[in-house]
């Protein structure tokens, strides 16, 4: 089973690959690469902790280098959306560290908290986020803003945020399977077990 390890995180690592930039790509009116290295591919202003001992709510941004540079940090300016369409400038900017390569992308998470004491009761209205690029530092030390008359944006529904990290989960899932029975048909000596329901009852 040692020798599937390597294979198996190129594989997750491609196919991980691939949803970014069939998210980035889905967006309508995208900036082309030329225009904004870098756009966000999934957000939400109210995503659950997935922690049991935390009942608070994140900021999740879901980005994607779709420039020719390695990213080393990232800085969004969100604006909330209410029910009726109106949006609001979030409290504060945030910001990604860390290098994404070109045809990569990373997600970042920040608690909310901040911005539910800033909205106040309006925070029950609030909807959706539009995440706007303003700059980035790439990994040589240069940085970046959007030309004069370039929108960097991209906006999201709170509601198709679960959604679409289902469809994923699902496409994640789907090729997993395709590559285990591969594997397994090339390496009759080193079989990959199917993989396991939450119950821990071999899926079909």
Aim: charged share 25%; proline share 6%; net charge neutral.
């Amino acid at each position: 089973m040692t020798k599937g390890i390597i294979p198996l995180m190129r594989y997750l690592s491609l196919v991980l690959t691939i949803l970014f930039a069939q998210a980035a790509l889905a967006q309508q009116n995208y900036q082309p690469p030329s225009a904004c290295p870098v756009l966000a591919s999934l957000a939400s202003s109210k995503v659950r902790s997935t922690d049991p001992n935390d009942k608070g709510e994140n900021i999740v941004i879901w980005f994607w280098n779709q420039g020719k540079k390695t990213t080393h940090g990232v800085e969004f300016h969100l604006y909330m959306l209410d029910t009726a369409g109106n949006k609001y400038p979030a409290s504060q900017s945030y910001q990604a560290k860390g290098d994404v390569k070109p045809q990569n992308g990373d997600v970042v998470i920040y608690p909310n908290k901040d911005e539910q004491q800033f909205f106040g009761d309006k925070w029950d209205r609030i909807e959706g986020v539009e995440i706007h690029v303003t700059r980035i530092l790439f990994a040589d030390a240069t940085a970046w803003s959007p030309p004069k008359g370039v929108n960097c944006k991209t906006v999201f529904l709170n509601d198709n945020y679960d959604k679409e990290m289902e469809r994923r989960d699902k496409a994640v899932a789907k090729s997993m399977e395709i590559w285990r029975k591969k594997w397994n048909r090339e390496h009759p000596d080193n079989q990959m077990p199917e993989s396991k329901d939450d119950n821990g009852d071999s899926k079909p």
